[in-house]
């Protein structure tokens, strides 16, 4: 690698020297030095932009439209970073509009409760935590509270843990509930609980295609509940401690 960038800064020291030389030539021929022969000049000129050029150039074609070359590093540098910002772009795509969505359906569900005449707007998230223990460990909300699960009467709960093209030191967790056999089991919606640091720490996320997939950026590991199919079964996976879930060493201790 080392032996690699010494050369290649070798030659492109030699073009500029070379480019140099040149450039002076052509000068003194166009000021009538060497008789202003214009052939001359272009020719100097010519191989001044070769000689400038010639160490970027990765490869060299010749075809029916005449020569093509291709300049490695910048083009590589270039492919990179548009690459890497549209990987960003849809990782905050993906966030951004489930959270809109969560948004809708708590507004929704609001203007429902109203409309009803029932006169309680507390609907949704509030009233089915009521419905559920009460938290008993301080830094991991959730834990212990949808009975330890990950299979549940046909139903399972997994993640995928990558990291975030964002931030390498977050992690992109894509949290999935979805039926082990029978597919009508898992129908409608799943209400996933998160971390209280999450805002929202609540998503109500519809089945499609047989599942139900929540995309989220996290600095560490947590306990996510869900709340998933005809007989509201109840799910719980830690990612901390997880057997099925690869997840770095200190993502996971975090």
């Known amino acids: 690698m080392l032996q690699n960038l010494r050369t290649k800064t070798a030659l492109e020291h030699g073009g500029m020297l070379i480019a140099l030389m040149c450039a002076i030539l052509a000068i003194a021929e166009a000021i009538g030095w060497g008789g202003a022969d214009h052939l001359k000049i272009a020719t100097f000129l010519s191989i001044a932009i070769v000689a400038l050029i010639a160490p970027k150039i990765a490869s060299l074609s010749v075809g029916k439209d005449g020569f093509t070359a291709n300049l490695a590093q910048k083009i590589d540098e270039n ?90 030191e977050w992690q992109t967790v894509t949290i999935t509930v979805r039926a082990t056999s029978d597919p009508d089991l898992l129908k409608g919606s799943v209400e996933f609980f998160l971390h209280d640091t999450f805002s929202p720490d609540y998503y109500r996320i519809p089945v499609v295609n047989g599942e139900a997939k929540l995309v989220l950026r996290a600095w560490g590991a947590f306990t996510v509940g869900a709340i998933a199919g005809v007989e509201k079964t109840r799910l719980e996976l830690d990612l901390a401690t997880s057997r099925n879930v690869a997840a770095p060493k200190a993502w996971r201790e975090r």
């Open 79 to 168: 492919s990179e970073k548009i690459d890497s910002t549209k990987v960003v772009a849809i990782e905050l795509d993906n966030q951004l509009e489930q959270k809109l969505r969560q948004i809708f359906e708590e507004l929704a569900q609001i203007r429902k409760a109203l409309e009803s005449g029932s006169g309680e707007a507390q609907v949704g998230v509030r009233r089915v935590d009521e419905e559920l223990p009460p938290a008993t460990v301080n830094n991991d909300p959730q834990k212990g509270r949808f009975g330890g699960l990950e299979k549940n009467e046909g139903l399972v709960i997994g993640a995928e843990v990558k990291q975030s093209e964002f931030d390498p």
